[in-house]
């Protein structure tokens, strides 16, 4: 009989069930889940929602539970019906590692996606010194409590390891990936296959993911540059913030905003040729921006959260602060120097082939083997 591995996440769908989250930890979750598959283990999942059943990939189910509560930024309550509903698996993998508080399996796994805790907005849900000790309390039980945790960034390993240093031991660095073969550029390095200047925030369009600070960007580029046109590609948060992104786009000369399904990225980014990653929070290590260099795109990214970790600052991209003043000042520098913004471009291509979705699914394959 096959072996059983439940996972608990927050949000692949839409707690409603009604829209499926196009995001990168999405992503991610289904590829691995089709590992999990391929190393035959039976996979099932749980998120919150409201009591629907759906599919994460064909023959996977997801289920929906209900939870309203966020108490100290945990979901105690998801826990626990976890707990109890996937009692008889083998094994389980906490997507998120706050998901691991109170109760957590005997074999299990967390993964962190890059530290989150850095988001304006926490302030809100822990404004006092007693709700932050609170919070850290249950995130050290929910790191304490599993077998192993698997990080995408060095950034998330060296806070844990500078705030609890005997928990450091229980963390692995598997950054996230990217198919090569998928991503690739279509033009050579000394042809442009467009006239203008085309660029890409390949992102949700969120304030963490630094919507607000492109946007402005973009107008600045597109009224300095008559040959720059700039695509905001990405989901919003509902269809009312999507409607708004589509009027606020159709007002502004050579300004799109679209979303695309991510069997159709690849070919978006072969004739991109400056990407936008302007983080602000929130970060591990994007697949977006991953993706913009396994393509030969010029990167634009800031040293938020684990984004160091894939682009070195002048040699396979330009690293930056979170502000759409530092955003348009790089913009410039590589619609200047078409050169430059080609070498950068190649680098990029080249250091994205080490981060290889092969080599991810190997070093996932033995902390699996050795966890679960």
């Not at 999405?26 to 190393?39: I, K, P, S, V």
């Not at 000790?133 to 998330?156: C, F, M, N, P, Y």
């Not at 070195?312 to 200047?336: C, H, K, M, W």
């Amino acid at each position: 009989m096959k072996k059983r591995i439940a996972i608990l996440t927050s949000n692949h769908f839409e707690p409603s069930g009604a829209r499926q989250v196009y995001g990168g930890a999405e992503r991610y979750g289904a590829e691995l889940t089709r590992l999990l598959l391929d190393m035959d283990y039976g996979v099932e999942w749980w998120q919150v929602g409201d009591n629907w059943r759906k599919e994460i990939i064909p023959g996977v189910p997801i289920r929906g539970v209900p939870e309203t509560e966020t108490p100290y930024q945990t979901m105690p309550h998801l826990n626990q019906v976890f707990f109890e509903q996937a009692v008889d698996a083998d094994g389980a993998i906490y997507f998120v590692m706050y998901l691991a508080y109170p109760t957590v399996f005997a074999n299990s796994i967390s993964v962190s996606h890059g530290i989150y805790w850095d988001h304006p907005g926490v302030d809100k849900f822990l404004p006092g010194q007693p709700d932050r000790e609170e919070w850290l309390r249950r995130l050290q039980l929910a790191i304490g409590g599993v077998k192993s945790v698997v990080s995408v960034d060095t950034a998330t390993i060296n806070w844990a390891r500078a705030t609890w240093p005997i928990l450091a031991q229980k963390f692995h660095y598997i950054p996230n990936f990217v198919d090569a073969a998928a991503f690739a550029p279509k033009h050579t390095a000394n042809q442009s296959p467009h006239e203008r200047i085309r660029i890409v925030f390949p992102r949700r369009a969120t304030t963490v993911r630094g919507i607000n600070e492109a946007g402005k960007a973009a107008l600045w580029v597109t009224e300095a540059h008559p040959d720059a046109e700039v695509h905001f590609v990405g989901r919003a948060h509902d269809d009312a913030m999507e409607r708004t992104l589509t009027a606020w786009a159709a007002s502004h000369d050579r300004v799109f905003y679209y979303w695309l399904p991510p069997h159709l990225m690849p070919e978006l980014y072969r004739f991109s040729d400056i990407v936008w990653i302007p983080t602000k929070s929130s970060e591990g290590t994007s697949l977006s921006c991953l993706e913009a260099m396994a393509s030969g795109a010029a990167v634009i990214t800031t040293w938020v959260g684990g984004l160091s970790d894939l682009i070195q600052d002048g040699y396979s991209g330009l690293l930056i602060e979170p502000t759409a003043q530092a955003l348009r000042d790089a913009t410039e520098r590589l619609i200047n120097d078409p050169a430059g913004r080609r070498r950068l471009g190649s680098h990029a291509r080249e250091v994205a082939e080490t981060f290889s979705l092969e080599r991810w699914r190997a070093r996932w394959s033995r902390v699996i083997a050795d966890t679960l």
